[in-house]
């Protein structure tokens, strides 16, 4: 493995990390309420960027994931506060695709605990390409 591959691997583990410390520094209890949040489009009225949450909690955790991942997610959107679905950047490797979604699994059962977890993982052309489910009993994440 040649040093740049190395490099790109350790920054991408750190980035994992941090992630997770992030998430939980910034993590609190707050109670979820329902909103109405439009989804954002073009002029032509096509996509342009997901609705980030359909609650106050999931909006704001939603679009702390975006501004946190550093170039590693291009969008995300949290529904009922137990299923967060990131649409990746095409700088993540398929290789690190797992590893991030470890990550996001760990800051997203840190900011809604006690619940079972799914995040699902999009390519940049919105294919679904990894799916984990997080039994909150087992404390078990499974991939699909």
């Not at 690190?96 to 605990?113: A, D, I, Y």
């Amino acid at each position: 493995m040649s040093l740049f591959h190395k490099g790109r691997k350790f920054l991408t583990t750190l980035m994992a990390v941090l992630l997770i410390v992030t998430a939980t520094a910034c993590g609190g209890t707050t109670q979820a309420t329902k909103t109405n949040v439009p989804s954002i489009t073009s002029s032509q009225g096509s996509y342009a960027q997901l609705e980030r949450g359909n609650t106050a909690v999931g909006q704001e955790f939603g679009n702390w994931v975006v501004q946190t991942a550093s170039g590693l997610v291009n969008d995300a959107y949290i529904r009922d506060n137990d299923k967060l679905g990131v649409v990746i950047t095409p700088q993540v490797k398929p290789t690190e695709v797992k590893t991030l979604t470890r990550s996001l699994m760990q800051g997203f059962q840190h900011n809604f605990p006690n619940r079972d977890l799914k995040v699902l993982v999009y390519a940049p052309d919105k294919q679904l390409i990894l799916t984990a489910n997080y039994n909150n009993q087992s404390h078990q994440i499974q991939y699909q």
